[in-house]
């Protein structure tokens, strides 16, 4: 069945840094890719939506400048948080959709900014 | 705009005791809906799905149907086990060329032996 990998699954940066993390359909063709937030306690938020080789289309309130998407290949899609605050550790999950079918969930990134 | 509205936990059970977790949504047009399962430390998972009214989804011995006249989607099951225990989510998606999925809050489910 269709496989997205989600790396990495944990990570600790230090606040100011930026982070990357990466989604990957493994044995299918993603035409579109979604990138979601879950607050604790709380459901998903839609943070942005990727189509390979256009730019990401970002939810209202979501800060396209500092969650930088690129969805370079129809297997790759990345986030990038950039300098980083406390506030943005959440758990972060990536979605690949390909045409015709349904929605698989990368596992999620666990992202803590001390 | 679309709008899931789920039963909020936590939801305690002992084990082979009946589950229900209610759904209801808001959208326009005939969106499909999900549920969808997340286990400690995992990505969400897809339980079961229906695309249509009076369509009933189901998957390893959890219920749902797709019920217009009420606007809703509850999640059922016979008798759960321990292994049910992990976070449920309701989802809907519009069928308006919209692709992406709106969910629900969520409800943490706990089986106790």
């Known amino acids: 069945g269709a496989v997205v990998s989600q790396h990495p699954s944990r990570v600790i940066c230090k606040s100011g840094t930026s982070v990357k993390i990466e989604c990957r359909s493994l044995?299918?063709?993603?035409?579109?890719m979604f990138w979601y937030r879950q607050f604790p306690k709380k459901s998903l938020m839609l943070m942005a939506t990727s189509n390979e080789g256009s730019k990401a289309t970002y939810e209202q309130g979501v800060e396209k400048d500092k969650f930088l998407i690129n969805h370079a290949s129809l297997t790759l899609s990345t986030l990038t948080v950039t300098s980083a605050h406390p506030e943005d550790s959440s758990f972060y999950i990536c979605?690949?959709?390909?045409?015709?079918?349904?929605?698989?969930f990368g596992s999620g990134t666990r992202l803590t900014v001390v | 705009g679309d709008s899931v509205t789920q039963m909020e936990g936590p939801v305690t059970l002992s084990e082979e005791a009946f589950l229900t977790i209610n759904c209801t949504y808001t959208?326009?047009?005939?969106?499909?809906l999900f549920w969808y399962v997340q286990y400690p430390g995992e990505g969400l998972q897809l339980l079961l799905k229906a695309t249509k009214a009076d369509d009933k989804g189901s998957n390893k011995g959890f219920e749902a149907t797709y019920r217009k006249e009420t606007t809703s989607f509850h999640l059922e099951k016979g008798s759960v086990q321990v292994s049910d225990s992990a976070v449920y989510f309701c989802?809907?998606?519009?069928?308006?060329?919209?692709?992406?999925?709106?969910f629900g809050t969520g409800t943490r489910l706990t089986i106790i032996p």
């Open positions: 044995d299918f063709q993603a035409t579109t």
């Open positions: 979605s690949a959709r390909r045409s015709g079918s349904g929605y698989t």
């Open positions: 989802a809907l998606s519009s069928n308006f060329g919209n692709e992406k999925l709106t």
């Open positions: 959208a326009t047009g005939y969106p499909s």
